[in-house]
C-alpha cells in the first residue's frame, strides 16, 4: 500500500516571495513521483514528474521539487510565487499495483493563495 | 491532440436518482481512471478501465459503477444518489501498457476538466 501525506492544507505567501509546499510518502515499492496543479473550476494539470535520474525535477513556469528517497519527500519550491500561482497543488505517488496496472494515490491537496 | 473529455461539465439531480457521467480518453489511451473530489475527502480513486475491462476498484459501494467501450470511451453510473454523492467527478486517462511492468508506462494521467453533480 501507498500513501501520500501534504503537510499544510493551506498555504498563504506573498507575491514575489518564495515558497515551498511539502510533501511525504510511503510505499513499499519503487514508485513515481507527480505533482498536479487544480486552477478554480477545472481539473487537474500536470506540474511536474520524478521518474527516474536527476532528483531535482523542473516545471516551465519556474517550480521545482527535489526526490530524497532516504526521507521519502518530494517537496515543490518556488523561489518568487506570481499571483498566478494561487491554485490547489497535489502531490501523487504511482507504484505498481499487479497485473501491469499503477494505483495513483493522491495527498489531500494544499492551497495556495498568493496575496498582492 | 485533444484532451480528455467529459459530459455533461455540470448537473443537478435529487435523492434517489441516477446518474451517468461520460468520459472520452485522449486518442491512443486505454487506459481510464475514474475519481471521486470533494472537498473533505480529497481526491478519491473510484475504479481504472483498461481494453474494457476493471483493473483496479476503490472503495466505494456498489451504487458506484463504470463501464468502457471498444474505443476507450468510458461511463460512469452512479445509481440511488444521495447528498454525500455531491462531488467533481474526474476522468483520467493514460497511455500505460499491459506488457508487464517495466514496459508499462508510469501511471501520469491525463486529467478531464470533471463533472461537478450537485444532489439535492
Given at each position: 500500500a501507498q500513501s501520500v501525506t501534504q503537510l499544510d492544507s493551506q498555504v498563504p505567501v506573498f507575491e514575489e516571495a518564495p515558497v515551498e509546499l511539502r510533501c511525504n510518502y510511503s510505499s513499499s515499492v519503487s514508485v513515481y513521483l507527480f505533482w498536479y496543479v487544480q486552477y478554480p473550476n477545472q481539473g487537474l494539470q500536470l506540474l511536474l514528474k520524478y521518474?527516474?535520474?536527476?532528483?531535482l525535477v523542473e516545471s516551465i513556469n519556474g517550480f521545482e521539487a527535489e526526490f530524497n528517497k532516504s526521507q521519502t519527500s518530494f517537496h515543490l519550491r518556488k523561489p518568487s510565487v506570481h499571483i498566478s500561482d494561487t491554485a490547489e497543488y497535489f502531490c501523487a505517488v504511482s507504484g505498481y499495483s499487479g497485473a501491469g496496472s499503477y494505483q495513483l494515490t493522491f495527498g489531500k491537496g494544499t492551497k495556495l493563495s498568493v496575496i498582492p | 491532440k485533444a484532451g480528455v473529455t467529459q459530459t455533461p461539465r455540470y448537473l443537478i439531480k435529487t435523492r434517489g436518482q441516477q446518474v451517468t457521467l461520460s468520459c472520452s480518453p485522449i486518442s491512443g489511451h486505454r487506459s481510464v481512471s475514474w475519481y471521486q473530489q470533494t472537498p473533505g475527502q480529497g481526491l478519491q480513486f473510484l475504479f481504472e478501465y483498461f481494453s474494457e475491462t476493471q483493473r483496479n476498484k476503490g472503495n466505494?459501494?456498489?451504487r458506484f459503477s463504470g463501464r468502457q467501450f471498444s474505443n476507450s470511451r468510458s461511463e460512469m453510473n452512479v445509481s440511488?444518489?444521495?447528498?454525500?454523492?455531491s462531488a467533481l467527478y474526474l476522468c483520467a486517462s493514460s497511455p500505460d501498457r499491459v506488457r508487464g511492468w517495466r514496459e508499462s508506462g508510469t501511471g501520469e494521467l491525463f486529467f478531464g476538466e470533471g463533472s461537478r453533480l450537485t444532489v439535492l
Open positions: 521518474l527516474s535520474g536527476s532528483t | 466505494f459501494p456498489g440511488t444518489l444521495e447528498l454525500g454523492d
